[in-house]
């Protein structure tokens, strides 16, 4: 075991895939000499041979489109795209292509390839650098949407999303980078598309999140512990399929519910955990959920103190959570 950072973790991930099998391959813009953007990719380039980590031109629609053929005929490409917020481009690709290839060949056609990209806040971006986008890909059947919020399960679950034989969104937070640590194995280990996992163990209510919230909500349940309020810490890590069976023990466990994200509020994946609880847990409620989540607005400002205030915290799940305690 080794302590290390969260991009570290990626990194490690990508090196022991590609050391392991010879098709997986990389494509991004400025992810072979420079290393990335966030220099995830550092070093890499020294490792392989050519045509095994390859520079694209700007433009997300034509990597996506190389990846997906590639995918078809007997590669597992990894696409690196700069930012979340650069993925629309290839929207179409990643829905009426990757997502349904399958389906419309009848099974003919697998499309093995992750798509990789770091999202969200705080990193002062502004409106073009800090959106999440995670909701638009876990809508979409044929497609697995994997938001991870440490090392360990940072580079098992992009072991999985690689191996897997189904197109697989990767969404990476830009702070989680180089400020989440955490022990992760040195040898070959996966960790399970579409399992949640408890991340601290409680009794009156149930803060349910993925990705960087997740610590957010841990933040919180300290807070909160102080003052007599047991929570437990749900982390989806995957948020296309969702473990529903672990949703709902922990609701049944606690009675309480408060959902975390950092995407804006309304048809995030905060409102489809609302509607299963809704629908097979209403039995076990004793408040109504809560969410807590970005307001709708286009995208976090670039001044630091507006994007502060827009950005879902700690400060905010304490408030929510209180609430909750006081039905």
Known sequence: MSEKRF??????GLREEMAADAAVFLIGQDIGVNGGVFRVTDGLLEKFEAGRIIDSPLAESGMVGVAI??????????????????????FNQVVSEAARMYYRTNGDFTVPMVIRAPYGGGARGGLYHSQSVEAYFAHVPGLKVVVPSNPHDAKGLLKSAIRD???????????????????????????????????????????ISYGLSV???????????????????????????????????????????????????????????AAIIAKDGFEFLDAPVQRVAAPDVPSFPYNPGLEDVLLPGPTDIVRAAKELAAY
């Open 215 to 273: 610590h957010h909500c841990l933040e919180a349940a300290e807070t909160l512990s102080a003052e007599g309020i047991s929570c437990e810490v749900v982390d989806l890590r995957t948020v296309r399929p969702l473990d529903t069976v672990t949703i709902l023990e922990s609701v049944k466990k606690t009675g309480r519910v408060c959902i975390v994200h950092e995407d804006n509020l309304t048809g995030g994946v905060g409102a489809e955990v």
């Open 69 to 90: 053929g590639a995918a078809m005929n007997g590669m597992r490409p990894v696409v690196e795209i700069q930012f979340a917020d650069f993925i629309f481009p290839a």
């Open 7 to 12: 991009i570290d973790a990626i990194r490690d």
């Open 165 to 207: 034989d189904n197109p697989v969104l990767f969404f990476e937070h830009k702070l989680a980078y180089n400020t989440v640590r955490g022990e992760i194995s040195d040898g070959d280990y996966t960790v399970p598309i579409g399992e949640a996992v408890v991340s601290r163990e409680g009794q009156h209510i149930s803060l």
